[in-house]
């Protein structure tokens, strides 16, 4: 009887269709590399104004809210920082130098958000997609968490727990509380895992996640987002800052500048008064000076006489004496000026 011969079993090939595939896989890739490209290229080109958005934390209900908001009048670009570092040097390249000073500011978790609108308001309404959230073990804190004293709610048996932590606390009709305020965590620390479970047990969520503006690109200048809030009046009011300073150091060190020389024009005109007063010497602007101080009785008469005539006409006696003050106040802020005299 001939003993059964063993079947070899071959080695099936490998089918040509997943060679194909993975082929197929690559050029997709590139495809969508070369896509993503130019769409970013083509936002560049379009819109003037960019937001840089950390969308650290941020959940896909969020960054879903945050997408159809922005690109209602604008566009959100989101992907990987070297591909979008790579998009930027090659528009760079094509004679847009402006946007070099982007390259710095593509790290962690960012989006370019683009309109043409009101960067301040897009800013505002992107702040508004905040939802609350609990303390994490190991997290960095965005913030410092601060526990108010007074009661907490926890039972009697808690106050060991209390005490780990290093906080006070007494017992006051059969619940724990706080003799003082408790800053349990610091901005940029760790969170450890007996902050956690403090806060879970006091029903604390501390923080919040959402989108956060970090920076600003507007026509070749990045600036942080904080100077959004800032209205004309700020700018304005540290404008006026910036002159005075010009100014009080121009006049502190003899040097004119467009800042100074109001101020040496009015100082010098002080200087003229006062020597047309202590001697012969008179000009149009000093007459009247002189006048006064010659006969001050006449002007006080005149200034009582008008204040009855005031009354009688139906206007206050103050708005008799609104000429007179508004040369004091002029007088006053002539003086104001001499920033050293």
């Known amino acids: 009887m001939s003993e059964p011969v063993a079947e070899v079993k071959e080695s ?43 969308v650290t934390n941020v959940s896909s209900n969020q960054l879903y809210s945050v997408r159809k908001l922005v690109e209602a009048n604008g566009a959100l670009v989101m992907g990987k920082n070297t591909l979008i570092r790579k998009a930027l040097r090659t528009y760079i390249d094509n004679g847009n130098p402006q946007y070099a000073t982007l390259l710095t500011f593509i790290k962690g978790n960012i989006g370019l958000a683009f309109t043409k609108g009101d960067m301040s308001e897009l800013s505002n309404a992107i702040k508004k997609f905040r939802v609350p959230a609990a303390a994490r073990v190991g997290q960095i804190a965005p913030l410092d968490v601060h526990i108010p004293q007074g009661p907490t709610g926890l039972e009697p048996t808690m106050t060991s727990f209390l005490h780990a932590l290093n906080i006070q606390s007494k017992i006051v009709k059969g619940q724990i509380e706080l003799i003082a305020d408790v800053h349990l965590i ?156």
């Open 12 to 54: 099936a090939p490998k089918p040509a269709k997943a060679v194909k595939d993975s082929k197929e896989t690559k050029k997709d890739k590139r495809e969508k590399k070369v896509k993503y490209i130019e769409r970013l290229h083509n936002c560049l080109s379009t819109y003037s104004k960019v937001l840089l958005v950390d």
């Open 186 to 341: 610091k901005k940029n620390d760790k969170v450890q895992p007996g902050q956690v479970a403090l806060l879970q047990k006091l029903n604390i969520t501390p923080f919040s996640f959402g989108s956060e503006i970090r920076h600003v690109y507007d026509n070749g200048f990045v600036f942080e987002a904080h100077l959004l809030s800032l209205t004309d009046a700020d700018v304005l009011s540290k404008f006026s800052n910036g002159v005075l300073r010009v100014a009080a150091i121009s006049l502190a060190i003899g040097y004119p500048t467009l800042a100074s020389v109001p101020h040496s024009i009015v100082k010098a005109y002080q200087n003229l008064l006062a020597v047309s007063v202590e001697t012969e010497y008179s000009f149009e602007g000093a007459a009247k000076l002189k006048e006064m101080l010659a006969n001050p009785g006449a002007f006080q008469a005149a200034a009582a006489a008008a204040a009855p005539a005031a009354a009688d006409s139906g206007k206050p006696a103050a708005a008799a004496a609104a000429p007179a003050a508004a040369e004091k106040v002029e007088s006053e802020e002539e003086m104001e000026l001499d920033l050293f005299g």
